[in-house]
Each structure stands twice: as C-alpha cells, then as structure tokens.
C-alpha cells in the first residue's frame, strides 16, 4: 500500500467533510466558480477530488453540500443514487482516467426511490429503479434502515467492477458511503 496515496485519501474525505461544515450553516456555496476556474479544468484538464454517487432529488446538490467548485466533483446522479453499467462505466471513467481516489456513495432520508421501493410499486421505467432497490431492503420495514441498505447495495454493484476492485487493492481508491440529512444539512460518513 503505498502511504502517499493513503494521505492523499485521507486529505479528500476530510476536504469533502470540512466543506459540508460550512454548507450546514452558508447562506452561499463559497466553491470556486470563477472564469479563472473554468479555463484551469479547461486547459489543465480536469482533476476531481471525489467521485460522488447521489439521488437525482433536487434537495441533494453535491457541490453545494460540500461547498465545491468546478472540477472538484465528479457527480453521478440517478434517482435512488442507483448504478447500473452506465453509471459503473462513469465510476471506471473518473477512476481510471481522472485518478480520482475516492468514490462516495451519497444517500439521503425523504428518499422517494427508497419509499417507492418499500412500498414495491413502480410503473414504467421506474420499475427497473424499484426492482433494483428491493432485494436489498427485503424484508426490511424501517425506513432509515432501507435508505442504508441501498447505499449498501449501491457500493456492491461499484465493486462488482474489476478495475476498481485493482485500484482499491493497491491502495489507491477507497469507496464509502455517507447520508446526507435533509433537514439539517449534514452528510454523515460511514466506514
Ligand atoms: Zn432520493
């Protein structure tokens, strides 16, 4: 394991914790959004800090919850933060390519995907969302306990990808999950 990589690891999560301190209490997102910060990624390239796997729900803004700019998040949004080979292959892409070393799996309490899934219907293209969620949440009928499994459920489907599972191995990416709290602003960690 190569210890630079451990405490560049390490520097990502708690960057990403600081940065949700000061969303709880902001009346702004301080990030970086500037033209000078947009022609940096541009001519730089872009060099994301975290990749960050989130519900669609238009109460959970990743880059305003963690007071991030531009090209400091990697987001993938689906509702129920659920992934499936195009969201893996988004993962495979930042972590890969990008060296991004640290992937979060970001769920939320109020999750409609979640209660969808709990309730066992869905319609239409919903249903693959639903049925997605359902075998991990079986059998389970409190609702925070549900909203944990899925994050659960969604980092196994992320480590069902070899390449990430080689990079996780040397040391050189972590993956976890964390809620994001909707009332009170704040994202706790887990693992
Ligand atoms: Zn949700």
């Given at each position: 394991m190569?210890?630079k ?11 990403l914790?600081?940065?949700?301190q ?11 959004v500037s ?5 940096k990624n541009?001519?730089?390239g872009?060099?994301?800090d975290?990749?960050?796997v989130?519900?669609?729900?238009s109460r959970?803004p990743?880059?305003?919850i963690?007071s991030?700019g ?5 987001v ?5 933060n ?8 988004s ?5 890969g390519?990008?060296?991004?070393s ?5 769920g ?5 995907a979640v ?14 969302i639903?049925e ?6 079986a059998?389970?009928?409190n609702v ?7 994050i659960?459920?969604?980092?196994k489907?992320?480590l069902?990808?070899?390449a ?6 040397a ?7 964390a809620?994001?709290n ?7 960690f887990?693992?």
């Open positions: 190569c210890e990589k451990q405490d560049d690891i390490e520097a990502v999560i708690k960057k914790q600081q940065g949700n000061v969303f709880v209490t902001a009346e702004k997102n301080p990030g970086d033209p000078k910060v947009r022609s541009v001519e730089a872009q060099k994301p975290a990749v960050v989130t519900c669609s729900d959970v990743p880059e305003h963690f991030a531009i090209g400091e998040l990697f993938i949004r689906t509702a129920g659920v992934i499936g080979d195009f969201e893996l292959g993962i495979e892409y930042a972590v390519h990008l060296g991004t640290v992937v979060l799996v970001l939320h309490n109020h999750c409609g209660a969808a899934a709990m309730q066992g219907h869905g319609h239409g293209y919903i249903t693959s639903v997605e969620i359902q075998p991990a949440i059998g389970e009928e925070a306990t549900c909203e944990n499994r899925n659960d459920n969604s980092i489907r992320i069902q990808s070899e990430i599972n080689e990079r996780i191995n040391g050189e990416v972590r993956v976890l999950g809620k994001y909707l009332e009170s602003g704040v994202v706790e887990f693992g």
